[in-house]
């Protein structure tokens, strides 16, 4: 085999299992390895026929996200000096359908995901510093509860309107509501306590809550993607690639000279991101009372609706800002001056 830079490597990732595949340089193809358990000892026995094939300076592992389940495999790659990329799942199924490739089982995914490595070369991923990943968790957690919390009352106000119903449902339903808004509660203070034992994080999320539309819950999200960006770019990340990795990057639609689609934006990476950024410019942007009339982000929305924008295209654009400016802020670890982004319309 002849000398190579890299390694490329496919994992597909479930619950029990890794199915290893590594693309082979002098023959142009991908090469099934096996199917390993997803665990220590399947790591450390891919690892050992990762090395005798590996005639190249590095390895590069690629594999897509899977509700945390690659995570174990990521950390151990990355602590042995791996490179590891996990790319967004529907950049990589858009790949594959571009190869005309139809079939899929894991040994396949693993080939494919070999493939898509050498191909496209995707953004590599580095681990969250400690104090950022342990945020992320509690907020993911409170995320998780307050849904929860939500549904059950969902269920206590279409209860109100049953004829007939048996007491222990009502309880049930409010001992149900109680627990989980206690278990927020607590949580809310562990998150408060963490900002306060962590100065600089408290010091990013007070920043980033001067950007216009950012409120307390889009600060919380803000401070973990804009840490997990600074990480992955080593600090040299763009306000344009930034909004490309969290999908509000425009996406033109055109064929031809008749056929044409109002442009959208390509919907990658994390969507609830996006979902609180939107929130965050819808509230940003509606004004009532005289209160907002005048900031920036109220201003480029109202410039871009006078322009001829529908109101969800300008939402959206609105969105994309906040991104760019809550990036601005994190880098320069300054609050947000108003003063630079007037708008007239």
Known sequence: MQDIEKLIVGIDVSKEYLDVAYWQQNENKAIFLGKYQNNQEGFQTI???IEKRKNCVSVFLVMEPTGGYEQ?????????GWQVSLPNPKQVKDWI???GRRAKTDKIDALMLAGYGIAQSPLTWKPLPEDVAQ??????????????????????ESLQYRVVSHSVVSQNLQENMASLESQIKVLEKA???HYKNHSHLEKQRKELKTVNGVGNQLADVMVVAMNRFNTLTESR?????????????????ESG??????????????????????MGALGGV?????KNNNTPLRSFYRTLVSRGKPKKVALVAAARKILVWCWAVFRQGKPFDPTRFGYSH
């Open 47 to 49: 690892a050992q026929e």
């Open 72 to 80: 174990p495999m990521a950390y151990f790659a990355y602590n042995l």
């Open 97 to 99: 359908r571009g190869t």
């Open 135 to 156: 945020l992320e968790s509690m907020l993911s957690r409170l995320q998780v509860l307050k849904d929860m919390l939500a549904g059950e009352k969902n269920q206590w």
């Open 191 to 193: 998150i408060r306590e």
């Open 237 to 253: 990340g763009t306000s344009k690639a930034i909004t490309a990795y969290y999908g509000l990057d425009p996406k033109p639609y």
């Open 257 to 278: 000279s008749s056929v044409y689609k109002r442009p959208g934006i390509s919907r990658q990476g994390n969507t609830d991101i996006r979902h609180f950024l939107y």
């Open 286 to 290: 509606g004004g009532r009372n005289g």
